[in-house]
């Protein structure tokens, strides 16, 4: 049975609202049923209903029956808190129908879906059409994408030749054209890399700089597409990614390279789009590999992710990395045993050099790659008045970082070196997590 801290059960809060709900619901009075197996603990909350709340924890995985579209709501955070306070409160036991049928549907699931992934590669495998009929369909988008790339490479001729110095905020209107015809040729990570390049326009004092690396990038690709033919596998997969172009997961679970590791959470962020699909981030280090990985998914609003990650929690996992120059993008394939965030546990060791020398091996391999996974060891937290860095071996990082949380972590560090994970953006650093060297506390943002 796995046991978690109280501090990362709060972590899986969606918000401090929710983290503070839970935390006023964990007296004992306030649950007539507390049950647990190895499998799960469960209970029911007496409020202005009697709500059934259980937890898979080989998740861990939240259900109740009130109707909050928080997830996990403040009844699945306050029962496992109080199992992570005092276990012993929990009747150990067979699960009720309740539970057990949920857990039966879970496992159900995750059969289904791994039976019809091996269907589906099977189907694929005895069609002999399926190939070729792909192979059109791809020459296809690929002669669309190519008439558009060259009216882009034209357009892209056209603003150098005339300067940055012409361009005005009437400009982003021209430049949204390009975009929509970039979508029309089926290039639309293309439009996206043109839309990013006009927020830029007239943005600050260095926009000309911005501007200017964010066209080249655009070039690159062009050179790229019209280079296709000569690139390998790993750089064509990045390509058709810049592209818009989607790598279906169940190929990526059938052909790609797998790795099976204890993986710790680096980080988890979750941020939604303009298409209102919630993205979630988890980024994570193997232990016995040193490798990387981001596990990235999206829901509707109103849906729920599969599984939950605490920040600086280690998983026993199988992940299936996607095709590319830079593998980092990965899929989960198999999860086993979860160990919480452990003071006793030895801490991850790097140097500056380390982090960098991966980042530039990324950036040459991949230069599309927007964020980057940095862990930044004896770093010190300082602010100049305006904004918070973080001063790590000869560099001081800009960080994104609201004031609350800049100033809570500051008040945690005691202007002591701490151990940071975030993403780097190429510009700044946003941090997801903190830790003393000695493992006497935890931070991530709220």
Known sequence: ????SAESVLALAPDAASAKAANGLTKPGQWPLLGASDAAVWGECQGSSRYQTQVDLSGPSFRCSCPSRKFPCKHGLALLLLWAKNPTQFQQGQPPAWVS???ASRTERSQKKEE???QKAAEKAADPKAEETALKTAQKRWSR?????????QWLLDQVAQGLGHLTPASRDAWESMAARLVDAQAPGLAQRLRYAAAALLDGPQWPENVLRRLGLLQLACNAIQRRDALDEG??????VLMGWPIDKDTVLAQATKATDQWQVLGVIQEERDNNLIERRVWLHGVQTGQRALVLDHIFPGRVFEQSWMALSSVQATLAFYPSAAPLRALV???????PPDDQQPPLTSTPAQEWQAVAQRVAANPWGSLHPLRCQDAILTYDGERFHLHWGDVALPLQLH???GWA???LSGGHPMTVHGEWDGSSLRPLTARSPEGFWIWSPV
């Open 409 to 411: 972590l500051l008040a």
């Open 333 to 339: 394939v198999q999860t086993q045993a979860i160990t």
């Open 101 to 103: 049928e949920w857990l």
């Open 235 to 240: 750089a064509s997969a990045d390509l058709r």
């Open 403 to 405: 004031l609350s949380d």
């Open 116 to 118: 019809k992934q091996q």
């Open 1 to 4: 049975m796995q046991q978690f």
């Open 145 to 153: 994408i190519d008439k558009g790339v060259a009216e882009l490479q």
